[in-house]
């Protein structure tokens, strides 16, 4: 027997209740059991997301929630800061592309993290620029960059700041009002717990003056669509209510093991992985490593897709591979969601076992001691 665990950055593993909650006969949504269910979805997601903002359902992807954030907010006459350093804050880009959105590209090196100082040395450059994109946990390189220092720049500007928190909210310390972020987004197959399906933005007062302020070339994805059903906790459209259904359950989840100790565990299990990457002589990729999702270099002469496939084929450990420049020279773990430490050491169980296999050279148990030792220690 063989059981598949994921532990790609998403989609990530399902809790057996989530997956039975989304077994109940289909219903209808245009019902008052639906709007009683989207509202409590809705107060769970303010809690997750630390605000009192409106918090909006979309069916769809992350990156159609990204897309529908991106675009409403940025009128005509607007500018972007477009902060890049991996695959997800390129895409952000090519949206603001797509539409014609005015933006100025800043790029660092992958696996760095943004930082307060670099983005106020770029707006005092560019003062025309008014709102600043940053993805909080860039999966692709396992890097976060600093969004509470960030936010506190854009507050004092009066900047807009559209965070994409994906494989942040949920997974890492993101504190929506009291940091001060404008616009956040999250998707439902990363820390949350669900399928791909379901994407999700919160959108704090200031936002909602620019969004009002004019309009854009985007209909599925208009937000003022999104608030107005909200009013009566509704949808414009046919939404995804089956997902929505497991939302209930894994948001309630959430709240009661608390977020403070889903952070916790969170970074319990990225530490432990680390360590235990140094410990078989894997470097970790990330110069700002962060907690929901680490990155490591495969050793020299070791074949990754090879890697890749014996961690699958013979141990049901499905990890994910790089991206573009760093495809075939990294390995990268989720630590989101529905995961313990369990889950973590055997994953690294795996690795050990198959890196032996494939002829690296390291102290074979040297790894999961190393994640065994974070664990005791806490
Ligand atoms: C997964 C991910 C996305 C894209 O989300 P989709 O659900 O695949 O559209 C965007 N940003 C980050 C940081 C992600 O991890």
């Known amino acids: 027997m063989k059981k598949l665990r994921l532990?790609?950055?998403?989609?990530?593993?399902?809790?057996?209740?989530?997956?039975?909650?989304?077994?109940?006969?289909?219903?209808?949504?245009?019902?008052a059991d639906f709007r009683a269910m989207l509202k409590d979805v809705t107060e769970h997601l303010q809690y997750l997301f630390g605000t009192s903002a409106t918090c909006l359902t979309i069916t769809g992807s992350g990156t159609a929630a990204a897309e529908s954030a991106i675009v409403s907010c940025l009128p005509k006459g607007h500018k972007a800061l477009v902060c890049r350093a991996g695959k997800?804050?390129?895409?952000?880009?090519?949206?603001?592309?797509?539409?014609?959105?005015?933006?100025?590209?800043?790029?660092?090196?992958?696996?760095?993290g943004f930082k307060g100082e670099g983005v106020a040395k770029m707006l005092d450059e560019n003062p025309d620029i008014d709102t600043v994109i940053v993805t909080h946990s860039e999966t692709s390189t396992a890097a976060v960059s600093d969004v509470q220092a960030i936010a506190k720049l854009t507050r004092s500007r009066d900047i807009l700041l559209v965070v994409d928190g994906i494989t942040a909210v949920g997974a890492i310390p993101v504190k929506m009002d009291d940091w001060g972020i404008d616009v956040l987004i999250t998707g439902s197959q990363k820390a949350l717990m669900l399928p791909p399906g379901l994407g999700f933005v919160a959108v704090s007062d200031r936002a909602w003056t620019r969004i009002d302020s004019g309009t854009m070339p985007v209909f599925y994805g208009n937000l003022k669509a999104y608030r107005k059903s909200m009013d009566n906790f509704d949808t414009p459209y046919t939404p995804a209510n089956v997902m929505i259904r497991g939302a209930q359950v894994a948001l309630h989840r959430i709240k009661e093991e608390g977020l403070e100790s889903v952070w916790k565990r969170t970074a319990m299990c990225a530490r432990a992985t680390r360590e235990a990457a140094v410990a078989i002589g894997m470097k970790v990729y990330a110069k700002d490593p962060v907690d929901s999702v680490t990155a490591m270099w495969v050793p020299d002469g070791i074949d990754e897709p090879k890697l890749r496939k014996t961690m699958r084929g013979e141990h049901g450990m499905q990890i994910a591979g790089g991206q573009d420049h760093i495809k075939g020279k990294v390995i990268r773990i989720g630590h989101?969601?529905?995961?313990?430490?369990?889950?973590?050491?055997?994953?690294?169980?795996?690795?050990?076992?198959?890196?032996?296999?494939?002829?690296?050279?390291?102290?074979?148990?040297?790894?999961?001691?190393?994640?065994?030792?974070?664990?005791?220690?806490?």
């Open 7 to 31: 532990f790609t950055p998403g989609p990530a593993m399902v809790p057996e209740d989530v997956m039975l909650a989304m077994a109940h006969p289909i219903d209808h949504h245009r019902t």
């Open 88 to 112: 997800f804050g390129e895409r952000w880009g090519k949206i603001c592309d797509a539409f014609n959105i005015a933006n100025t590209k800043y790029e660092l090196d992958w696996g760095h």
């Open 336 to 378: 989101m969601g529905y995961l313990d430490r369990f889950d973590a050491i055997g994953v690294i169980s795996a690795l050990e076992l198959t890196l032996a296999e494939l002829g690296h050279k390291f102290e074979s148990g040297s790894g999961v001691a190393a994640a065994q030792r974070v664990f005791a220690e806490a």
